[in-house]
């Protein structure tokens, strides 16, 4: 199956300071989206995105498929910004269609 | 437009007990996907299912657990005789109807955390 690696698994900003969060997958993809879980356990859907660039605010991401990676960028970070940025992706094969393969995300933490 | 429903949102159940989850897709979706976070681990996809149907069950293991979507009413996932490593987040998301081989945005719903003593 499809692996997914996130880097890096854990982070320490500053407020204000810029970020950027990479997610490397090993198979082409139908579908990639970036999720934020906040402190309270909600997976919140920031960007689908299989290919090009997007931005939303002070987040954009960039996924270049046929080198099989995404970037998730953070510009002047916020301590609401702190949780677990998980990176999906999913393949439609056989009897595979659908479901999302997650990376193991990367923790940020956001001080004031 | 309201968003993913799941319910309940916290449950306790002792050892041998049953649970029942609950998830109402966004109104006119009609796929539906269980994921379940173990404590400090990423997210694990279990079944997707459309009305009526169980497309990919790959993910569910193969005692105790069982999931259905039917053509009234919400997706429940349901785990019988509860066991101590039952205990996680348990998330559904939907997503429009697609063609064959279309994909599309997959919400995510607030997600169950099941407890079990």
């Known amino acids: 199956g499809i692996q997914v690696e996130q880097s890096p698994p854990d982070l320490i900003l500053q407020e204000g300071a810029n970020s950027t969060l990479r997610c490397n997958f090993s198979?082409?993809?139908?579908?990639l989206q970036w999720f934020h879980q906040n402190p309270w356990g909600q997976l919140i859907n920031l960007f689908y995105?299989?290919?090009g660039t997007k931005q939303n605010g002070r987040l954009s991401a960039t996924t270049v498929a046929t080198e099989r990676y995404s970037l998730l960028y953070i510009s002047s970070s916020q301590t609401t910004d702190s949780g677990v940025y998980f990176c999906?992706?999913?393949?439609?094969?056989?009897?595979?269609?659908?479901?999302?393969?997650f990376g193991q995300g990367t923790e940020l933490s956001v001080k004031p | 437009n309201a968003g993913v429903m799941q319910n309940p949102r916290h449950l306790v159940r002792r050892r041998g007990q049953e649970a029942r989850l609950r998830c109402s897709p966004m109104?006119?979706?009609?796929?539906v996907y269980w994921y379940r976070q173990l404590p400090e681990e990423g997210l694990k996809f279990m079944v997707y299912?459309?009305?009526?149907?169980?497309?990919?069950e790959s993910g569910m293991p193969k005692e105790r657990f069982s999931a259905e979507f039917p053509k009234e009413g919400p997706s429940i996932l349901r785990i019988q005789q509860v066991v101590r490593g039952d205990s996680a987040a348990y998330f559904c998301?939907?997503?429009?109807?697609?063609?064959?081989?279309?994909?599309?945005?997959?919400?995510f719903g607030p997600g169950t955390r099941l407890t079990v003593l």
């Open positions: 998301a939907s997503s429009p109807v697609l063609g064959e081989w279309d994909t599309d945005t997959q919400y």
């Open positions: 198979d082409s993809v139908n579908n």
């Open positions: 995105i299989p290919s």
């Open positions: 999906a992706v999913e393949r439609h094969d056989y009897n595979q269609g659908g479901k999302l393969i």
């Open positions: 109104k006119g979706h009609s796929h």
């Open positions: 299912l459309q009305k009526e149907n169980i497309i990919d």
